[in-house]
């Protein structure tokens, strides 16, 4: 889900980006001049240039808004240069859009990235926040795991004494446990697996009329191949670990007598 | 096959177990082991199997050095040895055809080669028609029989019996002391523990008496064996086991003295 909404801001951010709004009463040539600056500017790496027509026709587009538009005497929107920085630090394209609005004819110079940041540092954070329950998770996991295999051992207490009598190396005794661990964790693993996509498929049809009425289309992530796979390998590979701890610990006490 | 030089095994709390005991067992022998409760029979079968370790002293089982043994080479020591205890260790969650499976089980044999095998232990001890049956429906006997069975269905060289007829009544005793003696004829070593006359009075061989762990010594049974091997004794006022008087050419030989050996 996490993933989900990181990709749409990712489209949304993208590479740092500037807004550069030019004075209404900029000429065609002038334009055209600030944008010839623009692309010979060492620190920019693309120019895009958005005229007033078309940035009027894809808000009349976007928004719904066409009738209001319509009734509009004339274009209220001036022409604008849309440019991505070489840089990704923050601080220098900061300064390089100081310096751009200083330049004659340029109305307004907007860093569209300041909430866009804002946004990925909550993303970040909410990484950060489901990694770690990811990983407190895994602990109880493997707690759980361990737990069960210990009981396990225990109520097995008998034939593990006979067979270490007659003769079992540790190994044979370890590994119906491990076994046992492994498949508990792949059945944890399988069932979150199943929790997770369903849960996705029924948010993703009442997202679909959500965004169907707001003109646009955003759906969840369902888990990839590669995604389920991890979740089933990892969550496998963590009983068998709970298995071979508790296995480890509780194996040796076991002695006859 | 079997060699202990001065054993001592000391349990915690300062218990001793036994005190400097010496023996050796020949390959196809069979030993009676013998003495009161708490003389030490059991934990010298324990020591044999590796279940207890001497304090001090060493104990080789067919060449092998089991009184320094490796955790790592334990079980394929114990693979040579059939183990009969005196609480059976049977295990009642399964049926006892697969409780004389467990060992072939766990030497990884082919299954239809091991079925074969544990019918034919089964048969050996009268417990065929049993097979499917639990263990729990099994009489005091029964459940020795199939303890036996278990034990021999591998084929071990050494076959070590603690107490095989503790709970038994006489019928069943002698039941499986002809079993005992059927192995001692296919060339098994056997080393039973017993503290029932009646079993030693009808046994021609060896037997080795064991007095409140702390010495040991032999009672020659039969004149086959001639080799006499005589255990420390820090007591003089022992008394020893002594041998039934009927049988003539039985003597017994006690001494106090250390590391005598007539030959």
Same mark, same amino acid.
């Given at each position: 889900m996490l993933k989900s909404v990181q990709s749409l801001a990712e489209q949304a951010v993208g590479t740092p980006q500037i807004s550069i709004f030019l004075s209404m009463d900029a000429s065609n040539d002038e334009v055209a001049h600030i944008g010839k600056q623009l692309k010979q500017h060492a620190s920019i790496n693309q120019v895009k240039f958005v005229p007033r027509d078309q940035a009027l026709e894809q808000l009349k587009q976007t928004t719904g808004l066409t009738d209001v538009i319509g009734g509009l005497a004339q274009n209220p929107l001036p022409d604008a240069y849309v440019i991505y920085p070489k840089y990704l630090m923050h601080k220098r394209w900061k300064r390089c859009a100081m310096n751009l609005k200083k330049w004659p004819k340029i109305e307004y110079v907007q860093l569209d990235s300041a909430w866009a940041r804002k946004l990925e540092a909550m993303l970040k954070f909410g990484l950060l926040a489901v990694l770690i329950l990811a990983v407190l998770l895994s602990f109880a996991l493997i707690a759980v795991t361990f737990n069960t295999i210990r009981l396990q051992i225990l109520t097995q207490r008998e034939e593990i004494e006979v067979s270490k009598l007659i003769g079992a190396t540790n190994a044979f005794i370890r590994r119906p446990f491990l076994y046992f661990g492994l498949l508990q964790g792949l059945l944890g693993g399988a069932t979150a697996w199943f929790i997770i996509t369903i849960s996705l498929r029924l948010l993703n049809n009442s997202l679909s009329e959500l965004t169907h009425l707001y003109a646009s289309s955003f759906t969840l992530h369902l888990p990839s191949i590669g995604d389920s796979s991890i979740l089933l390998l990892l969550s496998a590979y963590l009983g068998w670990l709970g298995a071979w701890l508790s296995v480890a610990q509780h194996l040796w006490q076991i002695e006859p007598r | 096959m079997i060699q202990f030089s001065q054993i001592c095994k000391r349990y915690? !709390? !300062? /218990?001793?177990?036994?005190?400097n005991v010496s023996f050796e067992i020949a390959e196809g022998e069979m030993i009676f082991l013998t003495g009161h409760s708490g003389a030490g029979k059991s934990t010298l079968l324990k020591l044999i199997a590796a279940i207890e370790r001497p304090n001090s002293g060493s104990i080789v089982v067919k060449g092998q050095?089991?009184?320094? *043994?490796?955790g790592g080479a334990l079980p394929y020591l114990r693979r040579n040895l059939g183990l009969i205890f005196q609480d059976h260790k049977i295990l009642f969650d399964r049926s006892v055809f697969d409780n004389v499976m467990l060992p072939l089980q766990i030497c990884g044999f082919d299954h239809r080669e091991s079925a074969k095998r544990v019918r034919a232990a089964l048969d050996k001890v009268g417990l065929l028609k049993r097979e499917k049956n639990n263990p729990i429906g099994l009489s005091g006997g029964e459940q020795q029989r199939l303890c036996i069975a278990r034990a021999i269905v591998n084929r071990p060289s050494i076959l070590l019996a603690d107490e095989p007829t503790g709970n038994l009544d006489k019928d069943y005793a002698s039941d499986i002391m002809g079993i005992f003696k059927s192995f001692h004829q296919v060339g098994v070593t056997l080393l039973i523990s017993s503290h029932d006359e009646s079993i030693l009075r009808q046994f021609k061989g060896r037997v080795l008496a064991l007095k409140m762990g702390s010495y040991a010594h032999e009672k020659l049974?039969? *004149?086959? /064996?001639p080799r006499v091997v005589v255990y420390p004794a820090p007591f003089s006022h022992h008394t020893a086991i002594q041998p039934a008087k009927h049988s003539g050419d039985r003597h017994c030989t006690q001494l106090a003295g250390r590391h005598v050996f007539n030959a």
């Amino acid at each position: 889900m996490l993933k989900s909404v990181q990709s749409l801001a990712e489209q949304a951010v993208g590479t740092p980006q500037i807004s550069i709004f030019l004075s209404m009463d900029a000429s065609n040539d002038e334009v055209a001049h600030i944008g010839k600056q623009l692309k010979q500017h060492a620190s920019i790496n693309q120019v895009k240039f958005v005229p007033r027509d078309q940035a009027l026709e894809q808000l009349k587009q976007t928004t719904g808004l066409t009738d209001v538009i319509g009734g509009l005497a004339q274009n209220p929107l001036p022409d604008a240069y849309v440019i991505y920085p070489k840089y990704l630090m923050h601080k220098r394209w900061k300064r390089c859009a100081m310096n751009l609005k200083k330049w004659p004819k340029i109305e307004y110079v907007q860093l569209d990235s300041a909430w866009a940041r804002k946004l990925e540092a909550m993303l970040k954070f909410g990484l950060l926040a489901v990694l770690i329950l990811a990983v407190l998770l895994s602990f109880a996991l493997i707690a759980v795991t361990f737990n069960t295999i210990r009981l396990q051992i225990l109520t097995q207490r008998e034939e593990i004494e006979v067979s270490k009598l007659i003769g079992a190396t540790n190994a044979f005794i370890r590994r119906p446990f491990l076994y046992f661990g492994l498949l508990q964790g792949l059945l944890g693993g399988a069932t979150a697996w199943f929790i997770i996509t369903i849960s996705l498929r029924l948010l993703n049809n009442s997202l679909s009329e959500l965004t169907h009425l707001y003109a646009s289309s955003f759906t969840l992530h369902l888990p990839s191949i590669g995604d389920s796979s991890i979740l089933l390998l990892l969550s496998a590979y963590l009983g068998w670990l709970g298995a071979w701890l508790s296995v480890a610990q509780h194996l040796w006490q076991i002695e006859p007598r | 096959m079997i060699q202990f030089s001065q054993i001592c095994k000391r349990y915690p !709390g !300062g /218990y001793e177990a036994l005190k400097n005991v010496s023996f050796e067992i020949a390959e196809g022998e069979m030993i009676f082991l013998t003495g009161h409760s708490g003389a030490g029979k059991s934990t010298l079968l324990k020591l044999i199997a590796a279940i207890e370790r001497p304090n001090s002293g060493s104990i080789v089982v067919k060449g092998q050095n089991v009184s320094s *043994i490796k955790g790592g080479a334990l079980p394929y020591l114990r693979r040579n040895l059939g183990l009969i205890f005196q609480d059976h260790k049977i295990l009642f969650d399964r049926s006892v055809f697969d409780n004389v499976m467990l060992p072939l089980q766990i030497c990884g044999f082919d299954h239809r080669e091991s079925a074969k095998r544990v019918r034919a232990a089964l048969d050996k001890v009268g417990l065929l028609k049993r097979e499917k049956n639990n263990p729990i429906g099994l009489s005091g006997g029964e459940q020795q029989r199939l303890c036996i069975a278990r034990a021999i269905v591998n084929r071990p060289s050494i076959l070590l019996a603690d107490e095989p007829t503790g709970n038994l009544d006489k019928d069943y005793a002698s039941d499986i002391m002809g079993i005992f003696k059927s192995f001692h004829q296919v060339g098994v070593t056997l080393l039973i523990s017993s503290h029932d006359e009646s079993i030693l009075r009808q046994f021609k061989g060896r037997v080795l008496a064991l007095k409140m762990g702390s010495y040991a010594h032999e009672k020659l049974a039969d *004149i086959t /064996y001639p080799r006499v091997v005589v255990y420390p004794a820090p007591f003089s006022h022992h008394t020893a086991i002594q041998p039934a008087k009927h049988s003539g050419d039985r003597h017994c030989t006690q001494l106090a003295g250390r590391h005598v050996f007539n030959a």
